[in-house]
């Protein structure tokens, strides 16, 4: 018997997972639904991948898929995670940046932990989430000061819209440095950017105390983030850059594969 599971939102990071899964590479999985805000979307990804096209949530929820993997948005993190969890289904996210909300966090643990499911974050444009955990276990076990941070460089338009935006970042012929502050910080500053420092700040020492620091450079394209966790005798940089958004479709890809092989990676 293959697992269940199911995708919600249909775009590019859904489709990946929905392809690997019609090209055999989750093969111990059958995907059985999706679902997305565009029910046009949500119709080619289901046709391509020959499973059922679902109205809503509740759809596919219905089905009883083992896992729902999440490739839409924060928003709609907020608004399913509790729901899927108390049905039976685990989570896997890769919108990380709900979370930022802590309150959030604590209620979406605590329905995981009555229903007995799990919530999965996928590693998304970044990674590391094992050795920087094995780092903060070791401060907190010794009593050590723990520094940990995120350096993220990105092209000026990645700034457009957010609060740190200038006119100059476009004709800037040298980096720029638009942000540093704590991870919660900013997740204020910029509520719809922050996947990668919630996610460094969940697996290290949390968001009061976790570094962020942002540069814009010129010409860039994509983006470029290097996480840093370290304490006396032992430091951990992890440095992943990406040209495109398609490495955290295939990190959802390489979860599944883990949960379901063997021999597990952490």
């Known amino acids: 018997m293959k697992t269940k599971f199911g995708i919600i939102g249909c775009g590019f990071l859904g489709n990946i997972v929905a392809d690997a899964c019609r090209m055999g590479l989750l093969d111990a999985y059958e995907l059985v639904g999706v679902t997305s805000r565009s029910l046009e979307s949500a119709q080619k990804t289901a046709e391509a991948a020959q499973c ?3 109205a809503d949530v509740d759809e596919l929820l219905a089905l009883k898929p083992e896992y729902v993997v999440e490739t839409a948005s924060v928003e709609v993190v907020r608004s399913i995670a509790e729901k899927v969890l108390r049905s039976g289904s685990n989570l896997v996210v890769i919108s990380i940046g709900a979370f930022a909300d802590l309150h959030f966090f604590e209620t979406v643990k605590q329905a995981a932990v009555e229903s007995g499911t799990k919530i999965h974050i996928a ?13 903060s ?3 907190k076990a010794q009593n050590l ?3 940990a941070g ?3 460089h990105t092209g000026a338009r990645g700034f457009l819209n957010t609060p740190v935006w200038a006119d100059h970042l476009l004709t800037d012929t040298e980096k720029t440095t638009v942000f540093t502050g704590s991870a919660k ?7 719809r950017r922050v996947n990668v420092a919630v996610a460094t700040s969940l ?3 949390g968001p009061e105390i976790t570094n962020v620091t942002l540069h814009s450079v010129p010409n860039w394209i994509g983006d470029d983030h290097k996480l840093t966790a370290e304490i006396d005798g032992v430091k951990a940089v992890v440095d992943i850059y990406s040209r495109t958004s398609s490495i955290a479709g295939w990190s959802i890809v390489a979860l ?3 949960l379901s092989s063997p021999v597990c990676f952490y």
């Not at 590693?123 to 780092?135: C, E, P, R, S, Y």
């Not at 910080?185 to 509520?191: C, Q, V």
């Open 137 to 139: 276990l070791m401060a």
């Open 256 to 258: 599944l594969r883990n």
């Open 145 to 147: 000061k723990e520094i």
């Open 52 to 54: 059922r096209v679902c």
């Open 123 to 135: 590693n998304g444009a970044v990674g590391g989430f094992d050795i920087l955990q094995t780092v």
């Open 150 to 152: 995120i350096e993220t």
């Open 185 to 191: 910080e900013a997740i204020a500053t910029f509520p």
């Open 203 to 205: 697996a290290t020492t």
